[in-house]
Nanobody, 119 residues
Framework: QVQLVESGGGSVQAGGSLRLSCAAS????????MGWVRQAPGKEREGVAG????????SYAESVKGRFTISQDNAKNNLYLQMNSLKPDDTAMYYC????????????WGQGTQVTVSS
């Protein structure tokens, strides 16, 4: 059974940084893409960043380019999201996601970790 467990969320002031982690387990065939998706109250879900795990190709939402960095540790099946220069608009529940298809076509989801940025 595939499990994705996020950690690292919290509260921070605008301009601060947080690093999210996702521990993935329970699968034997490499996930083609892993990523981070966020959803704020009253807003649509937004794909923040994705990484094609075999090639290390990354993609980012325009709203986070230059501020967020997605990375992976294949040996440990871990996924990370380094978030710098955080803004109040970044406040949301952040979900780790993984799948065998294209990024943003995820098959598996974590429970989420809350990120709150105050001004």
């Amino acid at each position: 059974q595939v499990q994705l467990v996020e950690s690292g969320g919290g509260s921070v002031q605008a301009g601060g940084s947080l690093r999210l982690s996702c521990a993935a387990s329970g699968y034997y065939v490499r996930m083609h893409c892993m990523g981070w998706v966020r959803q704020a109250p009253g807003k649509e879900r937004e794909g923040v960043a994705g990484i094609y795990t075999l090639y290390d190709w990354t993609s980012y939402a325009e709203s986070v380019k230059g501020r967020f960095t997605i990375s992976q540790d294949n040996a440990k099946n871990n996924l990370y999201l380094q978030m710098n220069s955080l803004k109040p608009d970044d406040t949301a529940m952040y979900y780790c996601a993984a799948g065998y298809g294209l990024c943003n076509e995820y098959n598996y989801w974590g429970q989420g970790t809350q990120v709150t940025v105050s001004s």
